[in-house]
């Protein structure tokens, strides 16, 4: 069952009010779970499942308990005290904070700050040297979970009424699916209930509004009364996603950003312009000559949602096209978030050529390539943003039916490729200086309602965002 946009966050508000309705305990330690049941059933419920827990998945399920209370067992690890604590869920938010400590630590040298890994990014070993959330349950906290229970005779009640709405197989798989949910969410809110009570900051700084650790950080924070704010780590454009988001302050890309953040429903004066402290550099190196030999720079993005291996396969095909016409290679870059094997096997199974003409490089490389690069091809990443920054035109191939989800090329800031032979076209076209200069200024002219000021100031004002909240 997939249900879209509006449709999803509705049916995931509604399914929260009759689990409450009949009882059901959406707490821990006085820290409400509302909200973040409903951004799991929301994501669940968009992507198509699955909502059903299997024995093999389900038996590791029901040791969450039991393993959280052993590990608080163990030593855990040292969490120092600081004015800001920054939770970093993958190794690209602790790079996007980087340059935002620094001019933190020119404002006000007073102020502290520390990082800690949490969900995926405790796994990754690029993080292992940040001390983790979820090493710092204490004793007393795993006590508490043992005894927290889910009532699944109340839930089996609730299921009743959702039969209505969802139909029986879905209610009967959301009964297994929310308890496990609750259970989960306990635990993690344990964690970081005792992570801020170790830290002790004044504020808690995330780059996250649309997944469920931004709920549930942001419930735990207002227990410890410290302010939540959120940083952007792309071009906020998912309404329904963003809605239920309650940070104390939201940083933005530019005023596209802020009108969707209004439009779900976070108050205006919690939402400032700070512009991506990422793309700084690239306003400070923007160059307009092509290296040679020349090269295509293919930006990938996470595999999932529409962005399926097929049409991961089809955008490779599109840049190995592009990079044909004009005699380049091609550098793909792996998103941040994923291994550079991810496009092993995605290269290996390509239509065309040897496995030679694609070099994957550093998921960590994309600024490092991009000045000097003679083109840019993605699907619909924030990457033409950079791309345009650095003097780069950018190609975007749209495989998909319907409208792209980002209107890059009707507004200028990138040309549209639908097949390889489009590709090859908009290649040799953006080649010739007369054609790459105009295509360049136009997509700048379109980037300032993207991305706010064009100043290489970004993390100076995201700095000044989180002294501001650490200030209170």
Known sequence: MTVFGASARDLSASIVTEIRAAGVLLEFRGIDLGSSVEQVLFTSLRAGGPLRVGLRRRLPRLLRRPVAALSALRRTEPAHAADVLVIALADVHRRLFAPVAAEFARLDPSLTTTLMSAGRGAQDPRLAELPAVSRQLKRRSAIALMGHRVDRRRLAHAAQRWDTIVGGRVADELVPFVADTIARLAVEAARIDDTLEAVRPRAVVMYDEIDVWSRLVVRVARR????????????????????????????????????????????????????????????RSARSDVDRPPRVILAAQYRGGRMTDQVRAGILDGALAAARAIDATVDLVPHPTEPASAWDEVVANRRHGSRGEVRIASRDSLHDLLPGSALLVTGWSNSVYEAVLAGVPAITCHLLEGPPPMPFASEGLASEARDEAAAADHARDLMRPERRQDALATARSALADHLGPLDGAAATRSAALVARAARG
């Open 224 to 283: 410890h009364d410290v302010a939540a704010v959120d940083l952007p780590h792309a071009e906020a454009i998912d309404v329904e996603a963003i809605r239920g988001a309650h940070y104390d302050l939201m940083g933005v890309f530019g005023p596209r950003a802020a009108a969707v953040l209004s439009s779900a429903g976070v108050p205006d004066d919690r939402i400032v312009v700070v512009g991506p402290a990422g793309f700084d550099p690239l306003v």
